[in-house]
């Protein structure tokens, strides 16, 4: 069980939880992992009595990350409502949009802290309130009142995906919740303290600096939610250099857990739709299109993509961040990645971190 308060702010603070942290005179940004963040645990209907009812099946997706092929085994959430309905749920824009939310907060100074469970295992813990949630929302354009805001927390702690790497092993590589820990102190009361566990590939990346980046509030600026995947797969994987980016439709659909249309030409229609919200966010100049084509019928879309000079600009803050996490932690632990959590004086881990940032500026 969480404890009630923060213990780390009685102790050293944990290095990696500074590094995570994004200091509030610097470009509103959010940390993003790689895998979870682009693993397809959202399920995108247009309708809403294909996302809830009193029965739905456990949702099959194979998905292509880094050039590897994984299979994700996604279980829809069972919550209760207020007048006592029982109904299983899954997580959609609604639960991706929170939780894109909560990683901002975890980025402020002491929101995370570190807790050891009985069998010596670390759990990266944050505490928050509803009302937090929905003042946010708010800021950024995305209203829901205190009942959905809940809600879609016991989505996300009650839904378990299954990730596991094709061809390797049976056993999956993960198997839980967004958050397989939660207790809300007054379930009633928006602005009750809530306490929460970060999935383990959430933790094993604050662990070992394995985050990245990027601009949260063109991250929550884009309305389509398959436009949204896109903007956090150029950020994760691509790089300010980059000039040659080309993108296949069928791809994007399968990766990003687009529910494929009836007609071949609706899905292509869709992903374009996508392409184009880029542009008006002004992370893509541009994109050209290669159609093809199989007889008269069109079966994939080539995309090549020209990024804007503001992502480039983006690409290149987050790969000095990266930098500058690694080179400090590698000052301090011998290694840009440990295995382990470290405590570290507060005076020294900002020296280090003034003295890196200078380094990389004279570079």
Same mark, same amino acid.
């Given at each position: 069980m969480a404890r009630h308060t923060n213990p780390g702010l009685a102790l050293q603070p944990v290095a990696q939880f500074s590094l995570f942290e994004i200091e509030r005179d610097q470009d509103p940004c959010t940390n993003q992992v790689e895998l979870y963040d682009l693993a397809p645990r959202c399920v995108f209907y247009t309708s809403e009595k294909e996302?809830?009812? +009193?029965?739905?099946? %456990?949702?099959?997706r194979n998905f292509t990350h880094a050039g590897k092929a994984y299979k994700l085994v996604l279980? +829809? !959430?069972?919550?209760?409502?207020? *007048?006592? %309905?029982?109904? #299983?749920?899954? +997580?959609?824009?609604?639960e991706q949009i929170v939780e894109e939310?909560?990683?901002?907060?975890?980025?402020?100074?002491?929101?995370?802290?570190?807790?050891?469970?009985?069998?010596?295992?670390?759990?990266?813990?944050?505490?928050?309130?509803?009302?937090?949630?929905?003042?946010e929302l708010k800021r950024v354009g995305h209203s829901l009142n205190g009942d959905q805001v809940r809600e879609a927390l016991e989505v996300?702690?009650?839904?378990?995906?299954?990730?596991?790497q094709c061809g390797?092993?049976? *056993? +999956?590589?993960l198997s839980s919740s967004a958050f397989p820990v939660m207790m809300i102190s007054d379930a009633r009361n928006s602005g009750a303290k809530t306490y929460l566990q970060f999935n383990p590939l959430v933790a094993q990346a604050i662990r070992s600096l394995e985050w990245r980046r990027a601009s949260y509030e063109t991250l929550m600026r884009i309305s389509d939610p398959v436009a949204r995947w896109l903007y956090k797969r150029l950020a994760l994987r691509m790089r300010a250099t980059d000039t040659e980016i080309s993108m296949r !439709?069928?791809?994007?659909?399968?990766?990003?857990?687009?529910?494929?249309?009836?007609?071949?030409? #609706?899905?292509?229609?869709?992903?374009?739709?996508?392409?184009?919200?880029?542009?008006? !966010?002004?992370?893509?100049?541009?994109? !050209?299109?290669?159609?093809?084509?199989?007889?008269?019928?069109?079966?994939?879309?080539?995309? *090549?993509?020209?990024?804007?000079?503001?992502?480039?600009?983006?690409?290149?803050?987050?790969?000095r961040a990266a930098v500058e996490a690694k080179r400090t932690m590698k000052r301090i632990a011998g290694t840009e990645q440990p295995d382990r959590f470290l405590r570290v004086d507060g005076d020294r881990l900002q020296k280090i971190r003034q003295d890196e940032r200078t380094a990389l500026n004279a570079s």
């Open positions: 996302r809830v009812g +009193p029965y739905l099946k %456990t949702v099959e279980y +829809p !959430a069972r919550v209760r409502r207020a *007048d006592g %309905t029982e109904l #299983d749920v899954y +997580p959609s824009e609604r939310v909560l990683r901002r907060l975890a980025s402020e100074a002491n929101r995370i802290w570190l807790e050891e469970d009985e069998r010596q295992r670390d759990r990266v813990m944050m505490s928050f309130t509803v009302n937090e949630i929905r003042t996300l702690h009650r839904s378990v995906i299954e990730i596991r390797v092993g049976k *056993d +999956p590589l !439709a069928t791809a994007i659909a399968q990766d990003s857990g687009l529910v494929n249309r009836s007609r071949t030409r #609706d899905t292509l229609k869709r992903i374009t739709e996508a392409m184009e919200s880029l542009v008006d !966010a002004n992370v893509l100049d541009g994109y !050209a299109c290669s159609v093809e084509k199989e007889g008269r019928r069109q079966v994939d879309i080539i995309y *090549d993509l020209r990024l804007s000079s503001s992502m480039r600009d983006e690409l290149q803050r987050a790969d």
